[in-house]
């Protein structure tokens, strides 16, 4: 589900319905977009769809190559040229990750419009799991703190553009299933992350949204 606007907003569409709506209605030429978690699932059919849109540049940042290039191939059926599509083999949660991930953006395409923040992980955890604490931190880096850190760097570049930050969240953001304790705290701190951040970028035109 979508949250319109960034702040609160009641105002909800399904997500598969953005998806083809962008693909049909909404056009991204001349625009550059970073998807993160574009190797698999949401990522993988965002890539592609955004690709569909006529975008200009599409970063997609994935751990694995072998699935990265075979989204890259799905998308250069939809029409966007191989030399546009940037593949960025990363681990995200690495000390230097995020940093490498936006100077090859940079170096690439030198522009940066739209941000989704999309990669993420979950499973289960609970107060009766002995190792809570490490699937807590395990999460939390990739869920809150890398994403927190791609979207800082990004930030003067969506600044620039007048850009968009889309951020992959979670039902589970708002209604917590027991079994999924580390995910639920890492999904609400990430719609708080886009609410915070939606707040503080609003007055410069860079809009920052959170899909459910
Ligand atoms: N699927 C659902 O039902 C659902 C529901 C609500 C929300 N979501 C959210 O939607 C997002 C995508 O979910 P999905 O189900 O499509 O996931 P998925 O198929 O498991 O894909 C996850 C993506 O994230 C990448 N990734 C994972 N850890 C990474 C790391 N440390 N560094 C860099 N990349 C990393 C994976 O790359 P590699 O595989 O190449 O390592 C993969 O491209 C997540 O944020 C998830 O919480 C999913």
Do not use: W
Not at 180 to 192: E, F, P, R, T, V
Request: aromatic share 6%; with cysteine; hydrophobic share 40%.
């Amino acid at each position: 589900m979508l949250q319109v606007g960034g702040l609160r907003g009641d105002n909800y569409i399904c997500c598969k319905t953005l998806l083809n709506k962008m693909a049909v209605s909404y056009s991204f030429h001349g625009q550059v977009v970073l998807v993160t978690g574009a190797s698999s699932g949401i990522g993988a059919e965002t890539a592609v769809h955004f690709a569909e849109a006529g975008c200009d540049g599409l970063a997609m940042v994935g751990r694995d190559q072998g699935r990265l290039e075979e989204v890259r191939d799905r998308c250069t059926t939809k029409g966007i040229d191989k030399s546009k599509i940037l593949l960025i083999q990363e681990e995200m949660t690495k000390d230097g990750g995020p940093q490498r991930i936006m100077k090859a953006v940079e170096e690439k395409f030198g522009k940066l419009h739209i941000l989704v923040n999309n990669a993420g992980i979950g499973g289960f955890s609970s107060l009766s799991d002995p190792e809570l604490m490490e699937k807590y931190d395990k999460i939390y880096a990739l869920n809150v703190r890398s994403t927190a850190l791609l979207t800082q760097l990004a930030v003067p570049h969506l600044i620039e553009t007048k850009g968009n930050i889309v951020n992959v969240s979670s039902v589970c953001a708002k209604a917590a299933v027991p079994n999924m304790l580390a995910y639920n705290i890492s999904k609400a701190a990430l719609d708080y992350f886009t609410e915070s951040t939606a707040r503080y970028l609003a007055s410069k035109q860079v809009r920052v949204n959170s899909v459910k």
